[in-house]
């Protein structure tokens, strides 16, 4: 079964109509998530987070990156990609 072009369509704008209400929740999320070390939640909220910034070919507000970077690096960090975290977080001091 193949999607065709309006169903992608269709997709895509139900996208960009939810991300103003999904982006705060992944955000509250992505917080949490390394408070309480739950360290694979947090890397889903990154991928979840990274996905709607693909797909809606659009960044949050500078204040949401900060926040975005900072725990990528901190996730980065306590799962030993040092190089990962270095990128993440100079991207977020930048």
């Known amino acids: 079964m193949s999607i065709g072009t309006r169903e992608i369509g269709l997709i895509l704008l139900l996208l960009k109509a ?3 209400i999904l982006t705060p929740d992944l955000i509250e ?3 949490i998530g390394p408070e309480l070390e739950l360290w694979q939640e947090a890397f889903r909220s ?3 987070i990274h996905r709607l910034m693909c797909v809606l070919n659009k960044t949050p507000k500078p204040s949401l990156m900060v926040v975005y970077y900072s725990k990528l690096s901190e996730v980065f960090w306590m799962s030993s990609s040092h190089l990962y975290h270095a990128y993440a977080w100079l991207k977020e001091k930048l």
Do not use: A, D, M, P
């Open 18 to 20: 939810f991300s103003c």
């Open 29 to 31: 999320q992505l917080k």
């Open 46 to 48: 990154i991928e979840n």
